[in-house]
């Protein structure tokens, strides 16, 4: 009896025991609700909820278990840092510089405030958009500068690099379709301004906005009225003077469409012919406000800058039309910036043939044609010079657009629609020479 007494007790022992560590698994296993945990343990209830997630991951193609952790979601500043990134860090973009746009004159002053000490610099105000080219010396304090008080996606913007279009010399012409030259002063004759054309333009103003423009003997006494946005004291390159002097020259040598008009110099390039779009934003600005009818812009960029459409609607606003050179890289559907913003006079280049010039960009934004190759313009102080360029187109478009407004034919308004109708039609497609070869025929 004894040993079956014992026996009984060892059995009820071990069923006991059994209980005991059956109720203990059942409680690891979250048997117990959560609602009764202590506060203490709330953090253990997420790190169970995440390995229990972890342990029903899927298996990969080998039939294992990725190993690697999934990384928690990024917080609001984390997510500020890349909508930053992605608006500052672009293509032909300048380095450590933002274009930022206020929805009022307290937003700007806030921004200041902030800026003071996050080691930003102000580089430029442009006050007619509400604009501020700015310096930043990493993202994050970018970032803390911003603040509230600005919308990423909306009010900020890269500060695009914009030069003047390679100025291609006779002597760098390909052989081919598309090179034949205007002879110097052929284009003339081409768009129907042989003759006498003193009077053309008379009236009327027209600003080239670009690498500046020189005393060259082309322009009469007090013809050329200059703003410099660049200062310094720095070297023309030469572009500038070319332009001017193919929409208003004098000099039989280096003539114009319409000599009669007063050129606006509205310097935003460097000597090397290299600016910004905050700057050209700045020239256009200032171009609209010296009272321009034309505003003529033979450089450009890739980039397309948001204070740049600003500017042109600012200049359209006050009475302007601007006109821009296409391109000289030979793209099959892009436009340079601003010739691709749909209220922008685009121009490429023609050849004497009538056939689009060998390096003159292509898009389905392009409005008219002018003559683009072997063109005799002048340069720097007292040289003339002939060359190839859409920079040459835009310039010439300018000078009939000019004709056109002095002799009441147009209106700066109107003067897209005047242009497409009087345009020569060429054989090839719009996206390629537009509406055709620019004309002077009046109404």
Same mark, same amino acid.
């Given at each position: 009896?004894?040993?079956?007494?014992?026996?009984?007790?060892?059995?009820?022992?071990? #069923?006991?025991?059994?209980?005991?560590?059956?109720?203990?698994?059942?409680?690891?296993?979250?048997?117990?609700?959560?609602?009764?945990?202590?506060?203490?343990? %709330?953090?253990?209830?997420?790190?169970?909820?995440?390995?229990?997630?972890?342990?029903?991951?899927?298996? &990969? @193609?080998?039939?294992?278990?990725?190993?690697?952790?999934?990384?928690? @979601?990024?917080?609001?500043?984390?997510?500020?840092?890349?909508?930053?990134?992605?608006?500052?860090?672009?293509?032909?973009?300048?380095?450590?510089?933002?274009?930022?746009?206020? %929805? =009022?004159?307290?937003?700007?002053?806030? #921004?200041?405030?902030?800026?003071?000490?996050?080691?930003?610099?102000?580089? /430029?105000?442009?006050?007619?958009?509400?604009?501020?080219?700015?310096? #930043?010396?990493?993202?994050?304090?970018?970032?803390?500068?911003?603040? !509230?008080?600005?919308? *990423?996606?909306?009010?900020?913007?890269?500060?695009?690099?914009?030069?003047?279009?390679?100025?291609?010399?006779?002597?760098?012409?390909?052989?081919?379709?598309?090179?034949?030259? #205007?002879?110097?002063?052929?284009?003339? &004759?081409?768009?129907?301004?042989?003759?006498?054309?003193?009077?053309?333009?008379?009236?009327?103003?027209?600003?080239?906005?670009?690498?500046?423009?020189?005393?060259?003997?082309?322009? @009469?006494?007090?013809?050329?009225?200059?703003?410099?946005?660049?200062? +310094?004291?720095?070297?023309?390159?030469?572009?500038?003077?070319?332009?001017? =002097?193919?929409?208003? /020259?004098?000099?039989?040598?280096?003539?114009?469409? $319409?000599?009669?008009?007063?050129?606006?110099?509205?310097?935003?390039? &460097?000597?090397?012919? *290299?600016?910004?779009?905050?700057?050209?934003? @700045?020239?256009?600005?200032?171009?609209?406000?010296?009272?321009?009818? *034309?505003?003529?812009?033979?450089?450009?960029?890739?980039?397309?800058?948001?204070?740049?459409?600003?500017?042109?609607?600012?200049?359209?606003?006050?009475?302007?039309?601007?006109?821009?050179?296409? +391109?000289?890289?030979? !793209?099959?559907?892009?436009?340079?910036?601003?010739?691709?913003?749909?209220?922008?006079?685009?121009?490429?280049?023609?050849?004497?043939?009538?056939?689009?010039?060998?390096?003159?960009?292509?898009?389905?934004?392009?409005?008219?044609?002018?003559? /683009?190759?072997?063109?005799?313009?002048?340069? +720097?102080?007292?040289?003339?010079?002939?060359?190839?360029?859409?920079?040459?187109?835009? $310039?010439?478009?300018?000078?009939?657009?000019?004709?056109?407004?002095?002799?009441?034919?147009?209106?700066?308004?109107?003067?897209?629609?005047?242009?497409?109708? &009087?345009?020569?039609?060429?054989?090839?497609?719009?996206?390629?020479? /537009?509406?055709?070869?620019?004309?002077?025929?009046?109404?």
């Amino acid at each position: 009896m004894n040993l079956f007494r014992f026996r009984l007790l060892w059995l009820a022992s071990g #069923f006991a025991l059994a209980a005991l560590l059956w109720v203990v698994l059942a409680r690891d296993r979250g048997g117990s609700s959560p609602d009764k945990l202590s506060p203490l343990s %709330q953090s253990g209830i997420a790190a169970a909820r995440s390995a229990r997630g972890a342990s029903r991951a899927p298996k &990969d @193609a080998a039939g294992s278990r990725p190993s690697s952790v999934v990384p928690p @979601a990024p917080d609001s500043e984390d997510r500020q840092l890349q909508q930053l990134r992605r608006r500052v860090q672009r293509d032909n973009a300048i380095p450590h510089e933002v274009v930022i746009r206020f %929805q =009022s004159a307290a937003a700007m002053r806030d #921004f200041m405030r902030r800026a003071a000490s996050r080691k930003i610099v102000v580089l /430029g105000r442009l006050d007619a958009l509400s604009a501020m080219r700015v310096g #930043f010396k990493d993202l994050e304090s970018l970032r803390d500068a911003v603040g !509230t008080g600005v919308t *990423v996606y909306d009010n900020l913007d890269a500060n695009y690099v914009v030069k003047t279009p390679d100025f291609l010399q006779e002597e760098d012409r390909p052989a081919g379709v598309g090179s034949a030259s #205007f002879g110097g002063l052929g284009f003339l &004759d081409a768009i129907g301004a042989g003759g006498d054309r003193s009077t053309w333009g008379m009236g009327v103003t027209v600003a080239v906005v670009d690498s500046g423009v020189e005393n060259h003997p082309t322009f @009469a006494e007090n013809q050329v009225t200059h703003y410099d946005l660049v200062g +310094g004291g720095q070297p023309f390159d030469g572009h500038g003077t070319a332009i001017a =002097s193919l929409i208003a /020259g004098q000099d039989p040598q280096a003539p114009g469409v $319409a000599p009669a008009s007063h050129i606006l110099d509205v310097r935003v390039a &460097d000597s090397n012919g *290299v600016s910004d779009s905050f700057t050209l934003a @700045a020239g256009i600005v200032q171009a609209a406000n010296a009272g321009a009818q *034309v505003i003529n812009i033979s450089l450009g960029s890739y980039g397309d800058s948001q204070s740049v459409r600003d500017a042109v609607s600012y200049a359209e606003s006050r009475g302007a039309t601007v006109v821009a050179a296409a +391109g000289n890289d030979e !793209t099959v559907n892009q436009l340079a910036f601003p010739a691709a913003i749909p209220s922008v006079i685009s121009v490429g280049g023609v050849d004497a043939k009538l056939q689009q010039a060998y390096y003159s960009n292509s898009g389905s934004g392009l409005d008219i044609s002018a003559p /683009g190759v072997g063109i005799q313009s002048a340069y +720097g102080a007292n040289q003339l010079v002939l060359g190839d360029g859409t920079s040459q187109a835009a $310039a010439i478009t300018s000078g009939v657009l000019a004709y056109g407004i002095s002799n009441g034919a147009t209106t700066p308004a109107n003067g897209l629609t005047w242009l497409k109708e &009087d345009a020569l039609p060429l054989s090839q497609p719009p996206d390629r020479v /537009g509406a055709g070869l620019v004309q002077t025929k009046s109404k």
